[in-house]
């Protein structure tokens, strides 16, 4: 039985309750293959999991995303050892090996890197599930994207502009408001310098409001989001990067303009295997072909994971982080 280092959660806390630990790995069981982890992705979700704010038994393996190389193949799992493969919302990705269900695994195409494949997948399928399904953004439409040179803000960005859409971008800093409008923002708002965010966005927005606010910062741009919406328009919260939202009367919907709200989640749009190929595959298919880019902020050892998540959870970051195995 081999062994492998993993990131463990052995007790729910701050970063500094991570430790790596051996432990041994069973070979694949039926329908599952086993992995030699290339690359795992630090996320937000990381961050929630190990709190204890998505409660998961502990101890346990941190990490919902990779990339890597097939080393065995368990019963019926249709794959070969040596195929390169990405997986999300798998947790225990930050590992050096991984058993892994081939029912979530995609193919990574010829020519892309894993590391680069690894950083796509969860960020990535998120930005694509929020322009095409929870609000399709249609040419011309206004867009606000919150913490625009963050992980999913940078693929926000780029998706909504390659659909015609115009981009009005908050970020904290002038540095990290330069990579958006890189990427195609043109409206440019360092959020921790303004007083008034929605007025800020509505002038942004020609004076009229925003079609789309796509919201992961969560309770500290909430309510200006709300504002900043034309009528009809559409808020969706995907995460909470400043903390959570309270409870919310529901009544301000009416008075943001019959408004529409969805708080989604990136399982809720992987419904089955189909929808996993075709979302991945985009994503992967766009880097591979140069039509969509990535920017790795930042590459750890499994040992120094602490590090990677103090800078994320400080937001001294840009772009998407590693670690690597
Ligand atoms: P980012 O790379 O965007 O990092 C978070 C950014 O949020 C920071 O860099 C910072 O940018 C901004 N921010 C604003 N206030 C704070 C604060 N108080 N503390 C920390 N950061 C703050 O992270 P990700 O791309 O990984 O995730 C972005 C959001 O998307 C998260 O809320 C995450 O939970 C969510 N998410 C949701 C998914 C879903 O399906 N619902 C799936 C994936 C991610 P700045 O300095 O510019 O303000």
Redesign the pocket.
Known sequence: MPSTPALTVPRNGGSDVLEVTERDLPAPGPGQVQVRVAAA?????D??QRQGVYPIPTPFTLGMEGAGEVVAVGEGAEFAVGDRVAWAMQLGSAAGLANLPAAQLVPVPDGLALDIAAAAM??G??AH??VNSTYAVQPGDIALV??????????LVQLITAKGGRVIA????PE??AIAERLGAEGLID??RVDDLAAAVRAAADGGGVHVAYD??????FDASLAALRPRGTLAL??????QVPPFDIQRLNAAGSAYLT???????LQDRDELLWRAGEILGALADGSLELEI?GRWPLGEAVAAYDA??????????LLIP
């Open positions: 992705g630090v996320n937000f979700i961050v929630y969860l960020q399928m998120t599930y929020l919150h913490a625009a040179a963050g992980g999913v803000g940078q693929l908050t970020a904290g800093g990290k408001l959020y921790r992961g910062v969560g309770k500290d741009t995907f995460g909470g990067a400043s903390g708080r989604p989640s990136l399982g809720a749009y902020g994320l959870e400080g937001r001294g970051t840009t772009g998407k982080l």
